[in-house]
């Protein structure tokens, strides 16, 4: 099995993958695989912005909107840690050419979303997440430290029990089928979420826990698997696959949900996971297999549509929906995976020399229930801090020239029999607490 030599492994190209990677000291030699694509993250996908702390007025009401969204589950530590440095992360954006919505005078546009008590979401248009991770993307192609493989899946960890440490991992090159093996000292797990385990997501069906399933694989410690976050509106429709958002930032802007006699049913400013439960009971009331969400309330009407979600205005007409002149249907799907990966305010796992950061691990920022637009947030800054203890700090080789030497190549070359292993133990993870 051919080996391969870098200082750090990354495994994702979104937002967390990306910003870890450009925050690394430049004479770090740096590789980042992903499965798909380059662009085949859910980074890509995030339309609604990402949340910002305005002013030292606002500390304590974001502060208490991110804990009561999360039950009171979150670790307080983390989140003051986020909130704390979050202009730091909107100014490192700007630094890299993002082009977030501004007034006419030119000061930052914040949008409000569910469970918010003022707007504090700065945004582009409806697809903020798309504008970071591509500018994300154009800074780290241009990066001589950074190379990237795509199509290409990370299968296993390389560790030493002994040491308790990981020293690289087993990679696949999936349109050739070729298997080789990579030393690092550190070892960046941004693996993204598990949307592609559940038949109705709006991630990417690439995304089934792969990093998660690893960790369990090798004793690395694992919290809230079954926090699982369901968004409760995206277009509804009877395929299965993908399902296209319609992000919460129309409700924030005033959309309204409607049964079927066109009566509003709920506040649809509440956290999302009320908002979706009040959404199942009306339908289980009605025997239907949808609600209706109208965005003709929202505030400014057609010019605010076609303004800030474009995207969204062209995805219903496209299906056949006039927004100016109609609701659209919509239904809950999976969106979001509070658990994960255990990780720390540097993204530490409880193995040495591997970090989990983005949504594949679990710092306790979220709690039991995710906050809107505290996700782009979280990934960015918690993987700048994994890149700066990367930096600070050299991992012990101990033991990587044995656990090179065990490596063989015969238990990775059934891809399909490890992938079904690997989702099968995540679901059982997940349901463990019979959920």
């Known amino acids: 099995m051919k080996l391969l030599k870098y200082d750090v492994l990354i495994a994702g190209a979104g937002v967390a993958g990306l910003n870890c990677a450009l925050h690394l000291p430049a004479e770090k ?142 990679l696949r090159d999936n349109r050739s089928g070729e298997l080789f093996s990579v030393r690092a000292q550190a070892t960046v797990l941004a693996t993204g979420g598990i949307g592609g385990l559940f038949r109705h997501s709006t991630n990417y069906r690439l995304l089934t826990g792969d990093g998660l399933a690893m960790c369990l694989r090798h004793g690395v410690a694992v919290d809230h698997a079954d926090y699982v976050q369901i968004h409760p509106t995206t277009l509804y429709t009877k395929g299965r696959g993908r399902k296209f958002l319609i992000s919460e930032s129309a409700r924030g802007e005033g959309a309204r949900l409607l049964d079927k006699r066109g009566n509003r049913f709920v506040d649809e400013l509440l956290p999302r996971d009320k908002v979706t439960q009040a959404i199942y009971d009306k339908m289980k009331e009605e025997g239907s297999e949808y609600v209706r969400l109208d965005l003709r309330s929202v505030a400014g009407g057609e010019d605010t549509l076609k303004r800030h979600f474009p995207g969204i205005v062209k995805r219903c007409f496209q299906e056949g929906y006039n927004v100016f002149e109609q609701p659209i249907p919509v239904v809950p799907a999976q969106h979001y995976f509070m658990g994960g990966i255990r990780s720390d305010l540097r993204g530490r796992t409880t193995m040495n020399g591997l970090y989990a950061v983005g949504e594949t691990c679990c710092n306790g920022v979220h709690g039991k229930n995710r906050l809107a637009s505290n996700s782009l947030l979280e990934s960015l800054l918690f993987a700048k801090r994994a890149a700066q203890d990367i930096g600070e700090n050299t991992p012990s080789s101990e033991g990587a020239e044995q656990a090179f030497r065990s490596v063989r190549e015969t238990p990775y070359t059934d891809w399909k029999r490890l992938e079904k292993e690997y989702k099968q133990n995540v679901l059982k993870e997940i349901h463990r607490d019979g959920k």
């Open 29 to 170: 030699r740096v590789l980042i695989v992903c499965k798909g694509g380059l662009r085949q993250s859910d980074s890509f996908l995030a339309q609604g912005g990402i949340c910002v702390l305005r002013d030292r007025e606002d500390f304590a009401g974001y502060f208490e909107d991110t804990m009561r969204a999360g039950h009171y589950e979150n670790d307080p530590e983390t989140v003051r840690c986020m909130i704390e440095h979050s202009r730091e992360t909107i100014a490192d954006l700007i630094e890299s050419g993002v082009r977030f919505e501004r007034e006419q005078n030119g000061e930052l546009s914040y949008t409000r979303e569910g469970a918010h008590s003022r707007p504090r979401i700065l945004y582009h248009a409806d697809c903020t997440g798309k504008e970071i991770t591509s500018r994300l993307l154009k800074q780290a192609l241009q990066q001589k430290n950074i190379r990237f493989l795509p199509h290409t899946t990370l299968l296993d960890l390389i560790c030493a029990s002994a040491q308790n440490a990981c020293y690289g991992g087993i």
